[in-house]
């Protein structure tokens, strides 16, 4: 079992950033592949951004690419998303979810662990 804990969301006003951060504890961290979703009132969770088990590979949504980055400190058992340049649109709570194979996929079904998620608030 894997406990996951989101921290770090807020109130930004648009063009502002901000940095999410994910512990996970229960268990070794490194197996798992981690992501971070979102999901917005009345929206479907949709994926934002993955990472693999050792960092070197990672994928974002085309909506966030060049603005949000993804990374993780094994050692410190934490993923983390720095979000920058951010929209109103980027409103919403921000989940952080492992799974225990390695490829990163955008279907949240197919993660196994998830946090309590963190709210995420921009403001026009």
């Known amino acids: 079992q894997v406990q996951l804990v989101e921290s770090g969301g807020g109130l930004v006003q648009a063009g502002g950033s901000l940095r999410v951060s994910c512990v996970a504890s229960g268990r070794t961290f490194s197996p798992y592949t981690m992501a971070w979703f979102r999901q917005a009132p009345g929206k479907e969770r949709e994926f934002v951004a993955g990472?693999?088990?050792?960092?070197?590979?990672?994928y974002y949504t085309d909506s966030v690419k060049g603005r949000f980055t993804i990374s993780r400190d094994n050692a410190k058992n934490a993923v983390y998303l720095q979000m920058s340049s951010l929209k109103p649109e980027d409103t919403a709570v921000y989940y952080c979810a492992a799974r225990s194979l390695e490829a990163v996929l955008t279907n949240p079904r197919l993660y196994e662990y998830w946090g309590q998620g963190t709210q995420v608030t921009v403001s026009s």
């Open positions: 990472i693999s088990r050792t960092g070197a590979r990672t």
